[in-house]
């Protein structure tokens, strides 16, 4: 499965934002799906997940209550819904496919990747 991010941008502290993961081929509702991001000179972190149905999802406790990560599977796209957003946030946002469907949080667990996408929030 190939995916592309999108929806990156500059946005003021407090703010909010949405980034996309549009996904190719037929197998995307089979795959569990997640954020990942990158500051510089920080290793990747995990953000969130969602199974691949969507009826469950599973967030790092520094965005728990502030994003929110949803999928279409009839568009092949998964989101993720960033609000009260902080400076701390800033960095490059991945999304990520994980065959087998389920919640992992761990970077081994997805062996499909997007290019990443840009988020920088401002004081």
């Known amino acids: 499965v190939q995916l592309v991010e999108s929806g990156g941008g500059l946005v003021q502290a407090g703010g909010s934002l949405r980034i996309s993961c549009a996904g190719s081929?037929?197998?995307?509702?089979?795959?569990?799906m997640g954020w990942f991001r990158q500051a510089p000179g920080k290793e990747r972190e995990f953000v969130a997940a969602?199974?691949?149905?969507?009826?469950?999802?599973r967030y790092a406790d520094s965005v728990k209550g502030r994003f929110t990560i949803s999928r279409d599977n009839a568009k092949n796209t998964v989101y993720l819904q960033m609000n009260s957003l902080k400076p701390e946030d800033t960095a490059v946002y991945y999304c990520?496919?994980?065959?087998?469907?389920?919640?992992?949080?761990?970077?081994?667990?997805?062996?499909?990747w997007g290019q990443g996408t840009q988020v920088t929030v401002s004081s």
């Open positions: 990520a496919a994980a065959a087998g469907g389920g919640l992992a949080y761990t970077t081994r667990n997805y062996g499909y």
């Open positions: 081929g037929r197998t995307f509702s089979s795959y569990g």
């Open positions: 969602i199974t691949s149905g969507g009826g469950s999802t």
